[in-house]
């Protein structure tokens, strides 16, 4: 199974969040700071994965893994 990714990369007039195998951008934005923020907020609804965040380069700056925001099955309270 494919792994849930996003990657924050440069775009011409600011940062675009890609999901692997798409060909165009999920969205845009003018800081990577927002870029990264949905990057994390679509990887949380659509059940986690990691947020691969670039320099300007192109280099990995950054990656973090982001927990499931709507988990189907979530954790058993054991008290």
Known sequence: MARNQRHVTPAPKGWKVVRPGSPKPTST????????????????????GEAIIHRRDGK????????PGNDPNPPRDTK
Request: charged share 35%.
């Open 29 to 48: 934005h003018r800081t990577q700071a927002a870029a990264d923020r949905q990057a994390k907020r679509d990887l949380a609804k659509h059940g986690g």
């Open 60 to 67: 990995i700056r950054d990656a973090d893994t982001v927990a």
